[in-house]
């Protein structure tokens, strides 16, 4: 028998958040429930007074959000600790009491990066036994499928069990988040053969040959990145993060040459909303700054995702 | 006054090196002694009754080229420095052992990588002062000039004294070769601003930023690889070597695609040349295995180049 969700669910999100916030938020707000016809309730941190008409304004139904008023916001380019410290109103602080006390199941935000990760790593415990929590992203294949390419900038120096783990995590995500099968990981490297690499991935190599929580195919290369060889491709989050933005670089070139190709349209960080914290004990999605109404849905059906799958629990279980 | 070379230049080519020799390195032999009627002699190190028909077939004039015959060839997956240890007849061996007696002024294959590298690193001296060679590859940019990326890939551990001393080998090679005048040069990074990054990129910068040698302009991101920020990008080997191998594939997945597009057209390495070894003092050019007639003949015009400008000289002069 399968384990079933009882209690409803409830998803906070920072109206706040974002270049175009609150708008793009409250209509990405009324997508989601226009088309997912859940159960699922909204909790919406934000300023009361900005949200109420734009609720009203785009026909939000009462009964499945409410709003918690904040009287702060964090700027994107505040200080992250200090700005979390000193405003306690602010919407994102707000969002990650609401988490942490369990009034909501899961978090996201498309504000402040660096606040949202303190946030996480310091408001939410990490899961029993994970060394250090990670951030993936989506990669569009060639093949039409998508790759989950971790750790993309949390951890810029890594250990080799890190890595490990992030392997366990990413794969565990892939499975039930993504829907991949037995996902291949791969270690990205700097030649094919065993012994390749820097000192970090040659150490790194033999742990993942021997991890029986994955399917280890080995090392991946630069060139293996955009084609179907690896569903997980693991890295500590220096190289990580050089490929993620060079990847989104190439939406935003391919959109400037005026490039006609549904590969790279498929670059859009908006069609997979944000990048989930891995490793934390509860769902927190982290949007990007500039996201519209669609990246705004979207987070909010990972986050469902996430919480109906308990992908967080299958995590603990592999990585015992 | 300028000082001029007075010698005549002599240019070493292994025609026994990559998947199409000897005929493409001959076509581009031709090609190349056919556009460019300078005073540079050839010296092709390759199997005598192999090269003869073809050099006569392509119609290649007696004056501008002499065969130096070679008994062995270093495939492409032998191991390299076993392979030159073993095999003092094939054409890399030769090779370098004329160029390190001063029997070339430069050395250029297109055969087994690593057993280049290791002939550029032990039978050619280091320039005076440099702490570790460097490979680079040009990366174009998307208004249409070229960058460089250093190190790509022989240096996958780094210290930042190394890249400090690649950001100078660059910007000399982007000057003197790539004609970019005062090269911006950038430090490859996670984050815009001084501080960010991991160990080594966090040391590296105050390195780069008092080095009164380089143009430096600070962090640039995996967004700003493919645009026109720095013409000089530095990084240690392993994440030098995923972004090129990434780029590389942008080529062959535009063409799979189909995707008509100028910029990506840009990504085919056939029209680079190879990779030159910095810092050891002769100019050795390293060609990708499956270079072609073009290929061949753009690594011609780099050596030359190398040789005219005094490239290596310049180096050692800022390194000072």
Do not use: W
């Amino acid at each position: 028998m399968e384990f079933v969700h009882c209690t409803p669910m409830n998803i906070g999100l920072d109206m706040m958040g974002g270049d175009y916030a609150p708008l793009e938020a409250v209509k990405g707000v009324a997508q989601y429930i226009l088309e997912n016809s859940s159960s699922v309730s909204l909790t919406l941190v934000g300023d009361q007074s900005s949200l109420e008409p734009l609720i009203a304004e785009h026909k939000i139904p009462s009964n499945r959000v409410r709003i918690i008023h904040s009287e702060q916001v964090i700027g994107m380019d505040e200080h992250p600790t200090k700005a979390l410290k000193e405003k306690q109103q602010s919407s994102i602080a707000i969002g990650f009491h609401l988490l942490a006390t369990g009034k909501t199941d899961a978090f996201i935000s498309a504000g402040n990066t660096g606040a949202m990760l303190v946030g996480a790593l310091f408001s939410i415990k990490a899961l029993e036994g994970v060394l250090r929590p990670t951030i993936s992203t989506i990669i569009p294949k060639e093949n039409g499928g998508t790759g989950l390419l971790l750790d993309v900038g949390l951890n810029a120096d890594c250990k080799p069990e890190q890595l490990n783990q992030f392997a366990v995590m990413g794969s565990v995500y892939a499975q039930q988040i993504l829907d991949i099968k037995n996902p291949r990981v791969g270690l990205v490297n700097v030649g094919e053969e065993e012994g390749k690499g820097n000192l970090l991935a040659q150490a790194t190599y033999p742990l993942l040959k021997e991890n029986k929580h994955i399917n280890f195919i080995g090392n991946i290369e630069g060139r293996d990145v955009l084609i179907d060889k690896a569903d997980v491709m693991v890295c500590e989050g220096f190289t990580g993060n050089i490929i993620l933005k060079l990847a989104e670089s190439l939406y935003e070139v391919g959109h400037r040459q005026q490039i006609k190709s549904e590969f790279l349209d498929r670059f859009d960080f908006e069609i997979y909303g944000g990048t989930p914290v891995l490793g934390v004990a509860k769902p927190v999605i982290i949007g990007h700054g500039i996201s519209g109404a669609k990246a705004f849905k979207n987070m909010i059906i990972v986050a469902q995702k996430m919480i109906e799958s308990k992908v967080l629990d299958r995590m603990k279980e592999e990585l015992e």
